[in-house]
Protein backbone atom coordinates (compact mmCIF):
# COMPACT_ATOMS: atom_id res chain seq x y z
CA UNK A 1 0.00 0.00 0.00
CA UNK A 2 1.17 3.97 -0.62
CA UNK A 3 2.34 5.55 2.15
CA UNK A 4 -0.13 8.77 2.76
CA UNK A 5 0.75 12.63 1.59
CA UNK A 6 1.29 14.61 4.17
CA UNK A 7 -1.16 17.61 3.84
CA UNK A 8 1.04 20.32 3.96
CA UNK A 9 3.29 18.61 1.02
CA UNK A 10 -0.20 19.94 -0.96
CA UNK A 11 -1.22 23.02 0.40
CA UNK A 12 0.55 26.04 -0.50
CA UNK A 13 2.85 26.84 2.70
CA UNK A 14 1.47 30.57 3.17
CA UNK A 15 -1.90 28.93 3.61
CA UNK A 16 -2.43 29.48 7.36
CA UNK A 17 0.06 32.51 7.70
CA UNK A 18 -2.76 34.32 6.80
CA UNK A 19 -4.53 33.97 9.97
CA UNK A 20 -1.73 33.80 12.48
CA UNK A 21 0.20 36.78 10.95
CA UNK A 22 -1.70 39.70 13.15
CA UNK A 23 -1.89 39.71 16.78
CA UNK A 24 -5.81 38.49 16.92
CA UNK A 25 -6.93 41.73 14.90
CA UNK A 26 -7.76 40.00 11.93
CA UNK A 27 -8.16 36.87 12.03
CA UNK A 28 -12.09 37.09 13.16
CA UNK A 29 -12.54 39.45 9.78
CA UNK A 30 -10.78 36.91 7.85
CA UNK A 31 -12.32 33.84 8.86
CA UNK A 32 -16.15 35.24 8.61
CA UNK A 33 -15.08 36.86 4.85
CA UNK A 34 -14.09 32.84 3.80
CA UNK A 35 -17.22 31.82 5.53
CA UNK A 36 -19.41 34.71 3.22
CA UNK A 37 -17.37 33.37 0.01
CA UNK A 38 -17.81 30.06 0.62
CA UNK A 39 -21.27 30.55 1.20
CA UNK A 40 -21.71 31.72 -2.44
CA UNK A 41 -19.53 29.65 -3.89
CA UNK A 42 -20.65 26.30 -2.64
CA UNK A 43 -23.83 26.02 -4.74
CA UNK A 44 -22.56 28.63 -7.49
CA UNK A 45 -22.79 26.89 -10.60
CA UNK A 46 -21.17 29.82 -12.96
CA UNK A 47 -18.07 30.59 -10.83
CA UNK A 48 -17.74 33.88 -8.51
CA UNK A 49 -16.65 37.56 -10.59
CA UNK A 50 -14.73 39.45 -9.10
CA UNK A 51 -17.44 42.06 -8.83
CA UNK A 52 -19.50 40.01 -6.71
CA UNK A 53 -16.51 38.64 -4.36
CA UNK A 54 -15.76 42.62 -3.67
CA UNK A 55 -19.21 43.18 -3.30
CA UNK A 56 -20.01 40.58 -0.60
CA UNK A 57 -17.07 41.89 1.55
CA UNK A 58 -17.87 45.60 1.24
CA UNK A 59 -20.82 44.36 2.34
CA UNK A 60 -19.26 42.56 5.19
CA UNK A 61 -17.47 45.96 6.35
CA UNK A 62 -20.06 47.84 5.79
CA UNK A 63 -22.56 45.60 8.30
CA UNK A 64 -18.99 45.65 10.98
CA UNK A 65 -19.38 49.17 10.96
CA UNK A 66 -16.23 51.55 11.73
CA UNK A 67 -14.95 49.35 14.19
CA UNK A 68 -14.30 46.91 11.40
CA UNK A 69 -12.75 48.69 9.16
CA UNK A 70 -10.36 50.63 11.81
CA UNK A 71 -9.30 47.30 12.80
CA UNK A 72 -8.40 46.26 9.29
CA UNK A 73 -6.80 49.74 8.51
CA UNK A 74 -4.58 49.77 11.76
CA UNK A 75 -3.52 45.68 11.22
CA UNK A 76 -2.55 47.04 7.89
CA UNK A 77 -0.81 49.80 8.23
CA UNK A 78 1.35 48.13 10.79
CA UNK A 79 1.69 45.21 8.43
CA UNK A 80 5.19 45.83 5.99
CA UNK A 81 5.26 43.68 2.95
CA UNK A 82 6.80 40.16 2.44
CA UNK A 83 6.85 40.08 6.21
CA UNK A 84 5.26 36.52 6.89
CA UNK A 85 6.31 35.43 3.15
CA UNK A 86 3.29 35.66 1.74
CA UNK A 87 3.87 37.99 -0.63
CA UNK A 88 1.58 40.94 1.27
CA UNK A 89 0.73 43.58 -0.90
CA UNK A 90 0.97 47.25 0.11
CA UNK A 91 -1.77 48.47 2.93
CA UNK A 92 -4.78 50.13 1.79
CA UNK A 93 -5.42 54.20 3.18
CA UNK A 94 -8.85 54.78 1.01
CA UNK A 95 -12.74 53.95 1.31
CA UNK A 96 -14.78 50.31 2.11
CA UNK A 97 -14.09 49.29 -1.60
CA UNK A 98 -10.09 49.83 -1.65
CA UNK A 99 -10.26 47.74 1.74
CA UNK A 100 -11.82 45.53 0.10
CA UNK A 101 -9.63 44.69 -2.99
CA UNK A 102 -6.81 44.73 -0.81
CA UNK A 103 -8.48 42.10 1.38
CA UNK A 104 -8.92 40.06 -1.64
CA UNK A 105 -5.29 40.76 -2.88
CA UNK A 106 -4.34 39.34 0.26
CA UNK A 107 -6.85 35.86 0.12
CA UNK A 108 -5.97 35.43 -3.20
CA UNK A 109 -1.54 35.55 -2.40
CA UNK A 110 -2.20 33.11 0.40
CA UNK A 111 -3.88 31.12 -1.59
CA UNK A 112 -7.35 30.73 0.18
CA UNK A 113 -8.82 31.98 -3.35
CA UNK A 114 -7.24 31.73 -7.33
CA UNK A 115 -8.19 33.60 -9.98
CA UNK A 116 -8.90 32.56 -13.31
CA UNK A 117 -9.59 35.04 -16.13
CA UNK A 118 -12.18 34.39 -19.23
CA UNK A 119 -11.84 34.82 -23.08
CA UNK A 120 -13.90 37.92 -22.70
CA UNK A 121 -11.44 39.20 -20.28
CA UNK A 122 -13.94 38.26 -17.20
CA UNK A 123 -11.79 37.30 -14.20
CA UNK A 124 -13.68 34.48 -11.73
CA UNK A 125 -12.47 34.22 -8.20
CA UNK A 126 -12.10 30.28 -7.67
CA UNK A 127 -12.39 27.93 -4.38
CA UNK A 128 -9.58 25.45 -4.60
CA UNK A 129 -10.80 22.01 -3.35
CA UNK A 130 -8.63 21.91 0.08
CA UNK A 131 -10.03 25.37 0.46
CA UNK A 132 -13.80 24.03 0.24
CA UNK A 133 -12.94 20.85 2.43
CA UNK A 134 -11.18 23.57 5.45
CA UNK A 135 -14.00 25.84 5.04
CA UNK A 136 -16.55 23.30 5.62
CA UNK A 137 -14.89 21.94 8.52
CA UNK A 138 -14.50 25.63 9.70
CA UNK A 139 -18.53 26.00 9.34
CA UNK A 140 -19.20 23.06 11.03
CA UNK A 141 -17.45 24.18 14.40
CA UNK A 142 -18.96 27.98 13.85
CA UNK A 143 -22.75 25.92 13.65
CA UNK A 144 -22.31 23.20 16.57
CA UNK A 145 -24.90 21.12 15.54
CA UNK A 146 -24.86 17.91 17.23
CA UNK A 147 -24.29 14.87 15.61
CA UNK A 148 -26.75 12.71 14.00
CA UNK A 149 -27.30 9.28 14.70
CA UNK A 150 -31.17 8.89 14.04
CA UNK A 151 -31.67 6.28 11.44
CA UNK A 152 -28.18 5.52 10.20
CA UNK A 153 -28.23 1.83 11.38
CA UNK A 154 -31.93 1.38 10.09
CA UNK A 155 -30.75 2.40 6.82
CA UNK A 156 -27.47 -0.14 7.17
CA UNK A 157 -30.32 -3.03 8.02
CA UNK A 158 -32.34 -2.16 5.33
CA UNK A 159 -29.44 -1.96 2.72
CA UNK A 160 -28.38 -5.51 4.16
CA UNK A 161 -31.52 -7.41 4.58
CA UNK A 162 -33.76 -5.95 2.03
CA UNK A 163 -32.72 -8.19 -1.33
CA UNK A 164 -35.23 -6.88 -3.97
CA UNK A 165 -34.87 -6.77 -7.51
CA UNK A 166 -32.05 -4.65 -8.80
CA UNK A 167 -29.96 -5.20 -5.75
CA UNK A 168 -26.45 -4.22 -5.77
CA UNK A 169 -24.51 -6.04 -3.13
CA UNK A 170 -21.38 -4.00 -3.70
CA UNK A 171 -23.42 -0.87 -3.53
CA UNK A 172 -25.10 -2.05 -0.29
CA UNK A 173 -22.27 -2.85 1.48
CA UNK A 174 -20.41 0.39 0.61
CA UNK A 175 -23.45 2.94 1.88
CA UNK A 176 -23.64 0.28 5.33
CA UNK A 177 -20.20 0.49 5.65
CA UNK A 178 -20.36 4.32 5.64
CA UNK A 179 -23.04 4.48 7.50
CA UNK A 180 -21.84 2.07 10.55
CA UNK A 181 -18.49 4.04 10.28
CA UNK A 182 -20.84 7.67 11.22
CA UNK A 183 -22.41 5.97 13.83
CA UNK A 184 -19.44 4.71 15.47
CA UNK A 185 -16.89 8.15 14.84
CA UNK A 186 -19.65 10.40 16.24
CA UNK A 187 -20.05 8.43 19.39
CA UNK A 188 -16.40 8.38 19.91
CA UNK A 189 -16.18 11.56 19.33
CA UNK A 190 -18.97 12.23 21.96
CA UNK A 191 -17.52 10.00 23.99
CA UNK A 192 -14.62 11.88 24.08
CA UNK A 193 -16.03 15.44 24.22
CA UNK A 194 -17.76 14.74 27.29
CA UNK A 195 -14.77 15.26 29.46
CA UNK A 196 -14.28 18.96 28.37
CA UNK A 197 -18.20 19.96 29.36
CA UNK A 198 -17.22 17.93 32.77
CA UNK A 199 -13.98 20.30 33.05
CA UNK A 200 -15.53 23.41 32.17
CA UNK A 201 -17.84 22.84 34.66
CA UNK A 202 -15.02 22.42 37.45
CA UNK A 203 -12.68 25.10 35.71
CA UNK A 204 -11.98 27.82 38.61
CA UNK A 205 -12.10 30.60 35.95
CA UNK A 206 -15.00 33.48 34.92
CA UNK A 207 -17.80 32.94 33.09
CA UNK A 208 -15.98 34.46 29.39
CA UNK A 209 -12.86 32.60 29.41
CA UNK A 210 -15.61 29.22 29.37
CA UNK A 211 -15.31 28.35 32.72
CA UNK A 212 -18.13 28.01 35.64
CA UNK A 213 -18.94 31.73 36.30
CA UNK A 214 -21.89 31.11 38.46
CA UNK A 215 -25.26 28.90 39.10
CA UNK A 216 -26.88 31.07 35.62
CA UNK A 217 -23.23 29.68 33.37
CA UNK A 218 -23.85 25.91 34.96
CA UNK A 219 -27.36 26.51 34.09
CA UNK A 220 -27.04 27.68 30.88
CA UNK A 221 -23.73 25.09 29.95
CA UNK A 222 -26.48 22.36 31.32
CA UNK A 223 -29.30 22.96 29.26
CA UNK A 224 -28.21 25.13 26.00
CA UNK A 225 -25.11 23.79 25.53
CA UNK A 226 -24.33 19.98 26.96
CA UNK A 227 -27.76 19.17 26.42
CA UNK A 228 -27.36 19.98 22.53
CA UNK A 229 -24.87 17.85 22.53
CA UNK A 230 -25.94 14.84 23.89
CA UNK A 231 -29.14 15.68 21.77
CA UNK A 232 -31.94 14.05 21.37
CA UNK A 233 -30.46 12.24 18.71
CA UNK A 234 -28.52 10.09 21.10
CA UNK A 235 -31.91 9.33 22.74
CA UNK A 236 -33.13 8.19 19.72
CA UNK A 237 -30.14 5.65 19.14
CA UNK A 238 -30.93 4.55 22.88
CA UNK A 239 -34.22 3.79 22.29
CA UNK A 240 -36.57 3.96 18.93
CA UNK A 241 -33.12 3.27 16.70
CA UNK A 242 -30.92 0.98 19.17
CA UNK A 243 -28.29 -1.06 18.04
CA UNK A 244 -29.93 -4.40 19.66
CA UNK A 245 -32.93 -3.73 17.31
CA UNK A 246 -30.63 -4.29 13.96
CA UNK A 247 -27.19 -5.87 15.23
CA UNK A 248 -28.31 -9.31 15.00
CA UNK A 249 -29.92 -9.41 11.64
CA UNK A 250 -27.02 -7.15 9.78
CA UNK A 251 -24.14 -9.71 11.36
CA UNK A 252 -26.21 -12.97 10.38
CA UNK A 253 -26.33 -11.38 6.62
CA UNK A 254 -22.69 -10.40 6.55
CA UNK A 255 -21.65 -14.33 8.00
CA UNK A 256 -23.85 -16.04 5.62
CA UNK A 257 -21.87 -13.96 2.96
CA UNK A 258 -18.76 -14.43 4.15
CA UNK A 259 -18.95 -18.08 3.96
CA UNK A 260 -20.35 -17.35 0.34
CA UNK A 261 -17.73 -17.43 -2.10
CA UNK A 262 -20.30 -17.33 -4.90
CA UNK A 263 -21.86 -14.11 -3.62
CA UNK A 264 -17.88 -13.14 -2.62
CA UNK A 265 -17.04 -12.99 -6.23
CA UNK A 266 -19.93 -11.51 -7.37
CA UNK A 267 -19.90 -8.37 -5.57
CA UNK A 268 -15.73 -8.06 -5.93
CA UNK A 269 -16.63 -8.11 -9.40
CA UNK A 270 -19.48 -5.46 -9.20
CA UNK A 271 -17.07 -3.18 -6.96
CA UNK A 272 -14.08 -3.75 -9.35
CA UNK A 273 -16.39 -2.41 -12.18
CA UNK A 274 -17.57 0.38 -9.90
CA UNK A 275 -14.32 1.52 -7.90
CA UNK A 276 -12.06 0.21 -11.07
CA UNK A 277 -9.87 -2.18 -9.12
CA UNK A 278 -8.62 -5.14 -9.89
CA UNK A 279 -10.95 -8.16 -8.38
CA UNK A 280 -7.84 -9.07 -6.32
CA UNK A 281 -8.03 -5.37 -4.57
CA UNK A 282 -11.92 -5.33 -4.67
CA UNK A 283 -12.17 -9.03 -3.09
CA UNK A 284 -9.96 -7.56 0.00
CA UNK A 285 -12.44 -4.02 0.36
CA UNK A 286 -15.18 -6.40 0.51
CA UNK A 287 -14.32 -8.53 3.24
CA UNK A 288 -12.97 -5.34 5.16
CA UNK A 289 -16.07 -3.78 5.04
CA UNK A 290 -18.15 -6.59 6.42
CA UNK A 291 -15.09 -7.46 9.04
CA UNK A 292 -15.29 -3.74 10.15
CA UNK A 293 -19.43 -3.87 10.40
CA UNK A 294 -19.16 -6.66 12.18
CA UNK A 295 -16.60 -5.80 14.67
CA UNK A 296 -17.87 -2.55 15.42
CA UNK A 297 -21.32 -3.35 15.90
CA UNK A 298 -20.26 -6.21 18.17
CA UNK A 299 -18.35 -3.48 20.49
CA UNK A 300 -20.84 -0.77 20.52
CA UNK A 301 -22.38 -2.03 23.99
CA UNK A 302 -18.82 -0.97 25.88
CA UNK A 303 -18.88 1.98 24.29
CA UNK A 304 -22.64 3.30 25.02
CA UNK A 305 -22.08 2.08 28.70
CA UNK A 306 -18.75 4.34 28.82
CA UNK A 307 -20.97 7.20 27.21
CA UNK A 308 -23.84 6.54 29.70
CA UNK A 309 -21.18 6.58 32.83
CA UNK A 310 -19.68 9.92 31.44
CA UNK A 311 -22.65 11.51 31.19
CA UNK A 312 -23.92 10.60 35.10
CA UNK A 313 -20.16 11.77 36.09
CA UNK A 314 -20.86 14.76 34.40
CA UNK A 315 -24.63 15.43 36.01
CA UNK A 316 -23.70 14.71 39.13
CA UNK A 317 -20.31 17.17 39.03
CA UNK A 318 -23.16 19.88 37.34
CA UNK A 319 -25.17 19.19 40.48
CA UNK A 320 -22.74 19.20 42.84
CA UNK A 321 -21.29 22.64 41.34
CA UNK A 322 -24.12 24.40 41.76
CA UNK A 323 -24.94 23.26 45.07
CA UNK A 324 -21.87 24.52 45.77
CA UNK A 325 -22.41 27.72 44.32
CA UNK A 326 -25.74 28.09 45.93
CA UNK A 327 -24.44 26.93 49.23
CA UNK A 328 -20.87 27.07 49.99
CA UNK A 329 -19.66 29.87 47.77
CA UNK A 330 -19.98 32.88 49.72
CA UNK A 331 -19.63 31.16 52.94
CA UNK A 332 -21.89 28.71 55.29
CA UNK A 333 -25.43 29.02 56.07
CA UNK A 334 -24.08 30.78 59.62
CA UNK A 335 -22.63 33.75 56.75
CA UNK A 336 -25.98 33.80 54.96
CA UNK A 337 -27.67 34.39 58.12
CA UNK A 338 -25.73 37.02 59.53
CA UNK A 339 -26.13 38.77 56.17
CA UNK A 340 -29.77 38.67 56.76
CA UNK A 341 -29.85 39.75 59.90
CA UNK A 342 -27.75 43.18 59.03
CA UNK A 343 -29.60 43.37 56.07
CA UNK A 344 -33.26 43.80 58.08
CA UNK A 345 -31.43 45.79 60.68
CA UNK A 346 -30.26 48.68 57.56
CA UNK A 347 -33.74 48.60 56.85
CA UNK A 348 -34.95 49.00 60.16
CA UNK A 349 -32.60 51.76 60.75
CA UNK A 350 -33.46 53.35 57.58
CA UNK A 351 -37.29 53.91 59.02
CA UNK A 352 -38.61 51.06 57.31
CA UNK A 353 -41.45 49.27 58.79
CA UNK A 354 -42.01 46.82 56.59
CA UNK A 355 -40.43 44.38 54.79
CA UNK A 356 -39.28 44.49 51.22
CA UNK A 357 -42.08 42.89 48.35
CA UNK A 358 -39.50 40.87 47.03
CA UNK A 359 -38.67 39.47 50.18
CA UNK A 360 -40.26 36.03 51.01
CA UNK A 361 -42.42 35.70 53.68
CA UNK A 362 -42.21 33.42 57.01
CA UNK A 363 -43.18 30.21 57.21
CA UNK A 364 -43.74 28.30 60.14
CA UNK A 365 -45.08 24.77 60.33
CA UNK A 366 -47.55 23.75 62.17
CA UNK A 367 -47.95 23.21 65.66
CA UNK A 368 -49.82 19.55 66.62
CA UNK A 369 -51.13 18.41 70.24
CA UNK A 370 -49.23 15.55 71.50
CA UNK A 371 -51.49 12.68 71.25
CA UNK A 372 -51.19 9.43 72.27
CA UNK A 373 -49.74 8.61 68.68
CA UNK A 374 -46.63 11.22 69.85
CA UNK A 375 -45.02 9.18 72.39
CA UNK A 376 -42.83 5.83 71.94
CA UNK A 377 -44.66 3.12 71.38
CA UNK A 378 -42.98 -0.39 71.80
CA UNK A 379 -43.26 -2.84 68.74
CA UNK A 380 -45.78 -5.10 68.70
CA UNK A 381 -45.90 -8.87 67.31
CA UNK A 382 -48.68 -10.32 65.04
CA UNK A 383 -50.22 -13.30 66.20
CA UNK A 384 -49.34 -16.46 63.98
CA UNK A 385 -51.18 -16.91 60.88
CA UNK A 386 -53.41 -19.98 60.85
CA UNK A 387 -54.89 -20.70 57.52
CA UNK A 388 -57.98 -22.30 57.16
CA UNK A 389 -58.05 -25.91 55.87
CA UNK A 390 -58.82 -26.42 52.15
CA UNK A 391 -61.57 -28.66 51.54
CA UNK A 392 -62.00 -30.28 48.03
CA UNK A 393 -64.97 -31.25 47.04
CA UNK A 394 -65.68 -35.07 46.40
CA UNK A 395 -67.08 -35.21 42.85
CA UNK A 396 -69.47 -37.98 41.90
CA UNK A 397 -67.67 -40.51 39.39
CA UNK A 398 -70.68 -39.58 36.67
CA UNK A 399 -69.73 -36.30 36.96
CA UNK A 400 -66.03 -36.81 36.41
CA UNK A 401 -66.83 -39.07 33.27
CA UNK A 402 -68.73 -36.22 31.79
CA UNK A 403 -65.91 -33.92 32.60
CA UNK A 404 -63.06 -36.20 30.98
CA UNK A 405 -65.08 -36.93 27.64
CA UNK A 406 -65.96 -33.18 27.67
CA UNK A 407 -62.32 -32.72 27.45
CA UNK A 408 -61.29 -34.83 25.32
CA UNK A 409 -63.55 -33.69 22.76
CA UNK A 410 -61.98 -30.41 23.22
CA UNK A 411 -58.42 -31.79 22.90
CA UNK A 412 -59.74 -32.98 19.69
CA UNK A 413 -60.98 -29.85 18.48
CA UNK A 414 -57.79 -28.32 18.81
CA UNK A 415 -55.25 -28.24 15.84
CA UNK A 416 -52.21 -29.77 16.23
CA UNK A 417 -49.48 -30.51 13.75
CA UNK A 418 -50.39 -33.93 13.16
CA UNK A 419 -53.92 -32.34 11.96
CA UNK A 420 -52.11 -29.74 10.36
CA UNK A 421 -50.17 -32.20 8.64
CA UNK A 422 -53.18 -34.40 7.43
CA UNK A 423 -55.25 -31.87 6.20
CA UNK A 424 -51.74 -30.32 3.90
CA UNK A 425 -51.51 -33.57 2.58
CA UNK A 426 -54.80 -34.04 0.95
CA UNK A 427 -53.86 -31.03 -1.70
CA UNK A 428 -50.12 -32.58 -2.43
CA UNK A 429 -51.63 -35.42 -4.25
CA UNK A 430 -48.49 -37.09 -4.86
CA UNK A 431 -46.45 -33.83 -6.42
CA UNK A 432 -43.63 -32.69 -4.30
CA UNK A 433 -43.92 -28.88 -4.70
CA UNK A 434 -47.28 -27.13 -3.59
CA UNK A 435 -47.83 -23.67 -5.20
CA UNK A 436 -50.09 -21.31 -2.95
CA UNK A 437 -52.40 -20.59 -6.59
CA UNK A 438 -52.96 -24.54 -6.98
CA UNK A 439 -54.37 -24.69 -3.33
CA UNK A 440 -58.54 -24.94 -3.80
CA UNK A 441 -59.99 -22.15 -2.68
CA UNK A 442 -62.98 -23.25 -0.61
CA UNK A 443 -60.52 -24.93 1.40
CA UNK A 444 -59.95 -21.30 3.13
CA UNK A 445 -63.46 -19.78 2.98
CA UNK A 446 -64.75 -18.20 6.62
CA UNK A 447 -63.36 -17.78 9.60
CA UNK A 448 -62.67 -21.38 10.09
CA UNK A 449 -60.55 -21.19 6.51
CA UNK A 450 -58.53 -18.23 7.88
CA UNK A 451 -57.84 -20.02 10.81
CA UNK A 452 -56.66 -23.33 8.74
CA UNK A 453 -54.77 -20.90 6.64
CA UNK A 454 -52.67 -19.08 9.51
CA UNK A 455 -51.99 -22.41 11.06
CA UNK A 456 -50.73 -24.12 7.74
CA UNK A 457 -48.16 -20.96 7.48
CA UNK A 458 -47.10 -20.74 10.72
CA UNK A 459 -46.38 -24.42 11.09
CA UNK A 460 -44.33 -24.24 7.89
CA UNK A 461 -40.87 -25.95 8.66
CA UNK A 462 -42.18 -27.44 11.92
CA UNK A 463 -40.05 -30.49 13.03
CA UNK A 464 -43.22 -32.41 13.53
CA UNK A 465 -44.59 -31.83 9.63
CA UNK A 466 -43.45 -33.44 6.90
CA UNK A 467 -43.38 -30.06 4.61
CA UNK A 468 -41.77 -26.45 4.08
CA UNK A 469 -42.52 -23.38 3.53
CA UNK A 470 -40.58 -21.26 0.73
CA UNK A 471 -41.66 -17.39 0.24
CA UNK A 472 -41.83 -16.35 -3.26
CA UNK A 473 -41.32 -12.62 -5.03
CA UNK A 474 -44.51 -11.72 -6.63
CA UNK A 475 -47.86 -9.94 -6.15
CA UNK A 476 -50.10 -11.05 -3.14
CA UNK A 477 -52.35 -13.97 -3.78
CA UNK A 478 -55.81 -13.49 -2.09
CA UNK A 479 -57.02 -17.14 0.11
CA UNK A 480 -60.13 -16.69 1.42
CA UNK A 481 -60.36 -13.19 3.68
CA UNK A 482 -57.11 -12.26 3.50
CA UNK A 483 -54.35 -11.67 0.82
CA UNK A 484 -50.83 -13.42 1.18
CA UNK A 485 -47.84 -13.22 0.02
CA UNK A 486 -46.74 -15.73 -2.49
CA UNK A 487 -45.74 -18.78 -1.06
CA UNK A 488 -45.03 -22.57 -2.53
CA UNK A 489 -45.33 -25.88 0.11
CA UNK A 490 -42.08 -28.60 -0.17
CA UNK A 491 -42.89 -32.09 0.63
CA UNK A 492 -40.19 -33.27 2.53
Not at 293 to 313: C, F, K, M, T
Not at 331 to 353: I, V, Y
Request: some cysteine; hydrophobic content about 40%.
Amino acid sequence: MAPLTNPFDILPASLFNLLGSQAGELQPHYMAILLRIYGLAEFNRFGLTREMVLAEIVDYLNSEGAAGVDALARAAQEETPDEDGDGATPAPSGDAQEHASWILRRLVASGWLEREQQADYTELIILPDYAFTLLEAFRTIQEQKPREYTGQLYAAHQLLTHQGEGFSPALALTQAYENVRQVVRGLNELNQNIRRYTERVTRPCPPHAGGSGGVAELLRLQYDDYAQALGPTYHALKTSDHVSRYRRDIVAHLQEWQLDSTWLDGAAAELSTQGRLSPAQAAGEINHFMRFIVNQLESLDPLLGEIDRRHAQYLRTSLRQIRYQLVGADGGFKDRLALLARGLADLQTAGEGFQPDEMPAFQAAPVREPDANSLYTPPRYRAPFAPQPVIAAVLDPSDVLALRAVTLQEMGLAITPARIQRFVGQFFNGHRILHVQDLPPDAFEGEEGLSWLIYTIAYGNHPEVNYGLEPLPGEPVTLGLVQVRPFQLVKR
